[in-house]
């Protein structure tokens, strides 16, 4: 990190308290940030972060980015913004979509709003490879983020407050995910779960997806989205890998593709890569920059758009099994997990 992007700047975190929050917060405590407001509902994860922590430049404010008094309060004198207060879980989002609408797109607008009312420097929106081509409402809701954002970012010239996304896959050991479900299944002496064997999911270690976010606030423009680039595993193999290292025997129980799911993610689609930006580690892609001529939506096309695939977790670099168990033993969690496993042994 460049200290010079953040000395003596205030940074706020929407949903702060969250895996990001907490990763976020390691990052970058060691650098010379005036201060760090953490902003979220949840008062019990508010006292842990701050007893852990127990830093007088981090501030936590209760709040809801659907309350725009709340966050209109804690955006003052805030340098940059990371937002990723937002719903989640696949099933919830199912069963209450309005729920998701009113977080991930109301509250965002709310955010990034705010933000421009308070002359933020820089807004980065955290998102998802399940905002491509959305079968399900948080996919919905996330896509419908990123055009809110975007749609707000071309009102906004580059003196104003600049406002950018990311967009990255599955997070390895976040809170919900799939390993830390297989792992605590394992260590309960349980059948793992899977749903579709052939399935294929991004893998991206945490520390990663925060390289994105900086990697954003630092370079990002108005309206871009920025993808990082991952690779990719089977459920299957991702089974072996876990059950190779616990030395584990546990059966393994298909239950299914569940509703909401996809075989395979996407990170990048083709017609968003024919405008992208190849930064190596990184693609940048560029927000639609056509005006309210809606006739150029029916009369422009683009020749080269055929040349394109999108980009896949079917596509991408497939991790061997091997591979994986590194990937995977990279983790602090899964040594933190293989540790409790020995305790466990008789």
Known sequence: ??????????????????????AMLRAVLDSNFREIRIFSRDELKQEEMRLRLMNPRIKFYIGDVRNTESIDAVMRDVDYVFHAAALKQVPSCEFFPMQATLTNVV??????????????????CLSTDKAVYPINAMGITKALMEKMAQAAARLLSDRDTT??????GNVMYSRGSVIPLFVE????DKSLTITEPSMTRFLLPLPTAIELVLFALEHGGQGDVFVRKAPACTVADLVVAIKNLFHSQAAV?????????????????REELRRAEDLGDYYRIRMDDRDLNYGKYFT?????????????SHNTQRLSIPEIETLLLALPEIHADLKRSALMRP
């Open 300 to 312: 422009e096309g683009d020749t080269r758009e055929a040349e394109f695939d999108d980009y896949t």
């Open 1 to 22: 990190m460049k200290q010079t992007l953040f000395k003596n700047k205030t940074l706020l975190i929407t949903g702060g308290t969250g895996s990001f929050g907490n």
């Open 163 to 168: 406002i950018c996304a990311v967009r990255y």
């Open 253 to 269: 129980q298909r239950i299914g593709m569940r509703h909401g799911e996809k075989i395979f993610e996407t990170l990048a689609s």
């Open 107 to 124: 509250g965002s607008h709310n955010v990034i709003e705010a933000a421009a009312r308070h002359g933020v420097k820089r807004v980065v």
């Open 185 to 188: 299944q394992i260590l309960s």
